[in-house]
């Protein structure tokens, strides 16, 4: 093979690479959207009280936690 028609191989080889990478990239993003979608209906349909009792509270902006801190090491003791 030539070199001017391995260099042509070679930028559509990978102009196509890119293009599918970029695809994959927007396919993972609509799938997270579908998933929090789907996660934000599932929570919708809980009232405070089930909320309340995974650790969730609702507020304006959606969910949030109701111990945010719980995670974290206190003061050591002893």
Partial sequence: M??????????RANSRS??????RVCVAEFRNY????ETNRALSRLNESELK??????????YSELHDDRFKLGPRRG
């Fill in 34 to 37: 579908l998933r929090r979608r």
């Fill in 53 to 62: 009792d995974i650790g969730l509270q609702r507020t304006e902006l959606g």
């Fill in 2 to 11: 030539s070199l001017e028609i391995d260099t042509i191989f070679r930028s």
């Fill in 18 to 23: 890119v293009l599918f990478s970029a695809l």
